[in-house]
Nanobody, 125 residues
Framework: EVQLVESGGGLVQAGGSLRLSCAAS????????FGWFRQAPGKEREGVSS????????YYADSVKGRFTISSDNAKNTVYLQMNSLKPEDTAVYYC??????????????????WGQGTQVTVSS
């Protein structure tokens, strides 16, 4: 059974940090690309960052460049999103997703095959 389980969300003050984790199981981790997406109330789901595990390439949305870092731990089948200098506008439910086309790190929602249940991130001003 394919599973993506996010953790690490919570409430933090502006300027603070959080690290999200996405534990993957049920498929060959190294073959996939992974993305982090977020969705705020009343807004569309948007791409935040992605990584190709096999190629090591990464992608960041302009809104998070220089503040967020995506990484993967192949031994743990886990993808991380380190979020620093958080802003109130980063408040959203954050989702982890897996794309079987592992050579590309994309930010297109429709490219992703599997999704986690989401974790809430709330940044207070």
């Amino acid at each position: 059974e394919v599973q993506l389980v996010e953790s690490g969300g919570g409430l933090v003050q502006a300027g603070g940090s959080l690290r999200l984790s996405c534990a993957a199981s049920g498929f060959t981790f190294d073959d996939y690309a992974f993305g982090w997406f977020r969705q705020a109330p009343g807004k569309e789901r948007e791409g935040v960052s992605s990584i190709s595990v096999s190629h090591g390439s990464t992608y960041y949305a302009d809104s998070v460049k220089g503040r967020f870092t995506i990484s993967s731990d192949n031994a743990k089948n886990t993808v991380y999103l380190q979020m620093n200098s958080l802003k109130p506008e980063d408040t959203a439910v954050y989702y982890c997703a897996a794309d079987r086309h592992g050579s590309l790190a994309t930010m297109f929602v429709t490219e992703y095959d599997y999704w986690g249940q989401g974790t809430q991130v709330t940044v207070s001003s």
